[in-house]
């Protein structure tokens, strides 16, 4: 069993929808919770970095985390064309230096 | 602007020649990362380093060499006994996170160097 499961998508939606990207994890020691960003053939943008459970708001990005069971997410509400990427999950433990990633879900939205 | 400079953005390389990756930061971050990213793959760790003059290899060290000479840069040379070089490489940092201190773990990358092997 991988560490961190991400559905690969692509996941197709109309703009102005909400979008929800999910991933699971099985070590229960992660505390850092963090959301990329990638461009074709760019580097991944960190969006949004959480600490141990619950929600963080920034604009029309929403980052969930649910510790008991094990599952982050992110909400794109209000999704453009621009919003169009693929969308990396990755945690990481205390004291620590590895950060481990999803294999990341590509988003496609339609105008 | 603070940020991570990678270069070159796109190298080509013939088989049997070694080829150096640079990376340079001014975020003042202690450890620094080499990920290679592969199509369908997650990000894999080449090589990591928490402090300057240390470094630490990562899951997928081999036929590739790093130094830290600067706290500022974190080179990565893909050698010729690296069997399968073509793929896009990100450096990356973060500031230091130790356990309990309150500092963060976030990871910031640069834009990424694809290497193409001819």
């Known amino acids: 069993q991988k560490e961190v499961e991400q559905d690969p998508g692509p996941l197709s939606v109309p703009e102005g929808a909400i979008v929800s990207l999910n991933c699971t994890y099985s070590?229960?020691?992660?505390?850092?919770f963090m959301w990329y960003r990638q461009y074709s053939r760019k580097g991944p943008e960190l969006l949004m970095y959480?600490?141990?459970?619950g929600n963080k708001e920034d604009g029309r990005f929403t980052a969930q985390v649910d510790k008991s069971s094990k599952y982050i997410s992110l909400f794109i509400r209000d999704s453009q064309p621009s919003d169009s990427a693929t969308y990396l999950c990755?945690?990481?433990?205390?004291?620590?230096?590895?950060?481990?990633f999803g294999t990341g879900t590509r988003l496609k939205v339609l105008a | 602007d603070g940020g991570i400079t990678q270069s070159p953005k796109y190298l080509f390389r013939k088989e049997g020649q070694n080829v150096t990756l640079s990376c340079e930061q001014n975020?003042?971050?202690?450890?620094m990362y080499w990920y290679r990213q592969d199509p369908g793959q997650g990000l894999r760790l080449i090589y990591y380093?928490?402090?300057?003059?240390?470094?630490q290899k990562g899951d997928i060290a081999e036929g590739y060499s790093v130094s830290r000479e600067k706290k500022e840069s974190f080179p990565l040379t893909v050698t010729s006994a690296q069997k399968n070089p073509t793929a896009f490489y990100l450096c990356?940092?973060?500031?230091?996170?130790?356990?309990?201190?309150?500092?963060?773990?976030?990871?910031?990358f640069g834009e990424g160097s694809r290497l193409t092997v001819l």
């Open positions: 380093s928490q402090i300057v003059n240390d470094f």
């Open positions: 990356a940092s973060s500031i230091y996170q130790s356990a309990g201190a309150g500092k963060t773990g976030e990871l910031f």
């Open positions: 070590n229960s020691a992660f505390q850092y």
């Open positions: 959480t600490y141990s459970s």
């Open positions: 975020l003042n971050h202690d450890a």
């Open positions: 990755a945690m990481s433990g205390p004291g620590t230096y590895k950060y481990i």
